[in-house]
């Protein structure tokens, strides 16, 4: 008997996304949500002042900075109402002498109850609601950064860090990948000023994916005209972030920092400010005002596109759009609580997100001033 074609949520599609090896332009993209509220209401520009345990993510290089004593950062956000889960971690263990520093960094994001309704429609063509069901997708990174200082060249310092991850992406029962890819990151530190380059997926990652489909979902795939995925390769490309930062001591207690950050990629045309079929290029603008190295507020911009203007009843005008963010953190001894207010859709449409993190500063017993 003939089936009828019908649309199929998001379980076909988290199925379907890998056909072949190939370079995907928005592969692992949980991997570019961010890590720690302070970073995040800069607008993710980090690469170049992040000093503290985040720097396994923005920067491996800035892991020079956590000295003498561990440090843990924690961060949980909730995407869409709840729907997605967002989740970080990281210990940053400084080895003997502080000559290196091991960083050990876990991300997650995760979308429970995706409703399948790969069998919402019944061989004779009526909607059969029980057949509903759902699963939950997941995705896991692993981070193994190492960093040390390179060279000192007048009132300059050099540092260097790499990354090595894991990746891990799980829908339910039916699918899942792994994949491994490097980072590597130079930062160089200045009394006012401070540049650093972080190069992701430098040698390019790749995720490898495997299905366990049941037959009956096969069988419906393909009398719907839908692909029945097999194993497969995801390759991610690189990307180069160059950032540059500078404080202005404003006064005795009074600190402003600002940041510049420039993405970077090689994928094809994106809808950037400066998009070819060479390279794309991507600004964010951060700012860190802080009061005694203990109350800080920040601020911040980003992800600048051109999109349909909402008023234009034509609809052919396109207006710039942005996503702002602004967030707040204050100290308490070895322990740091920042906040972030990030926007996830543009400055007219808002689909706002609060985000909390906390970093602790593991003082070791006979360490104490």
């Not at 790969?118 to 896991?140: K, Q, R």
Request: aromatic share 12%.
């Amino acid at each position: 008997m003939k089936r009828t074609r019908f649309y199929v949520t998001l379980s076909v599609l988290l199925l379907q996304q890998v056909s072949h090896a190939q370079f995907r332009k928005y592969s692992n993209e949980f991997l570019n949500i961010g890590a720690g509220a302070r970073g995040l209401a800069m607008a993710s520009a980090q690469v170049a002042s992040v000093s503290d345990g985040t720097a396994g993510y923005w920067n491996p290089a800035g892991l020079v900075n956590v000295k003498d004593n561990p440090q843990l950062n924690l961060m949980h956000a909730e995407y869409f109402a709840g729907i997605g889960k967002y989740d970080y971690g990281s210990l940053a263990i400084p080895l003997k002498d502080n000559k290196r520093v091991l960083g050990l960094s876990l991300l997650r994001f995760a979308v429970d109850d995706i409703p399948n309704t790969v069998f919402l429609v019944e061989p004779d063509g009526s909607i059969n609601f029980s057949n509903i069901t759902t699963f939950s997708s997941a995705d896991y990174a692993f981070l193994f950064s190492l960093a040390q200082p390179i060279k000192t060249t007048g009132k300059s310092k050099i540092s260097g860090g790499i990354n090595a991850k894991i990746i891990h992406r799980k829908a339910g029962d039916l699918a899942s990948a792994w994949g491994f890819g490097f980072d590597a990151g130079i930062q160089i530190v200045n009394a006012k000023w401070k540049v650093g380059i972080m190069a992701r997926d430098v040698t390019t990652t790749f995720n490898a994916w495997s299905y366990s489909l049941p037959e009956k979902m096969r069988e419906v795939f393909y009398y719907t005209g839908n692909d029945i995925p097999s194993k497969s390769t995801e390759l991610t490309a690189p990307k180069l972030i160059v950032g540059g930062n500078y404080n202005f001591k404003l006064s005795k207690n009074l600190n402003l920092m600002a940041e510049a950050n420039f993405d970077l990629t090689f994928d094809g045309r994106r809808n950037t400010v400066i998009s070819s079929s060479v390279v794309s290029l991507d600004p964010k603008l951060g700012l860190e005002a802080s009061w005694k190295n203990v109350f800080f507020v920040r601020g911040g911009i980003n992800n600048f596109q051109r999109a349909l203007d909402d008023d234009d009843i034509t609809n052919t005008k396109k207006v710039w759009i942005y996503q702002p963010a602004v967030g707040a953190g204050f100290r308490i001894s070895n322990v740091l609580i920042d906040y972030a207010f990030t926007n996830l859709a543009n400055q007219s449409n808002p689909l706002y997100t609060h985000v909390f993190s906390l970093r602790v500063d593991l003082i070791k017993k006979g360490n104490k001033k």
